[in-house]
């Protein structure tokens, strides 16, 4: 019983890791893309132009998605209290 829900939790951490930061990553893949093809394009060779716009794309991304990610967090570490409680009794 132990080990399955030591198993179940470190799933579901895991789950809830990549649910959380997957926003954020998929900005920042797409906009270094974006930014990459851009310079490629117009001969841009400015190194700090794409950090400065991924950098700004993810602030935007952490600021529109930030409450659902604390909300998801959160209800993981309800789950997980619930079965430490549920393990005292």
């Not at 930061?21 to 998929?26: E, H, Q, T």
């Not at 893949?29 to 950090?51: E, K, N, P, Y």
Request: with cysteine; aromatic share 6%.
């Amino acid at each position: 019983m132990n080990a399955e829900l030591a198993l179940y939790i470190g799933r579901r951490a895991l789950e809830v890791a990549m649910i959380v930061s997957a926003p954020v990553l998929i900005v920042a893949l797409v906009v270094g893309f974006g930014t990459a093809l851009l310079q490629a394009v117009s001969s841009i060779r400015d190194m700090t132009l794409g950090m400065v716009l991924k950098i700004v794309a993810v602030a935007v991304t952490c600021l529109l998605a930030g409450g659902w990610m604390m909300e998801v967090s959160a209800g993981f570490t309800v789950e997980i209290f619930n079965h430490i409680r549920a393990l005292g009794h």
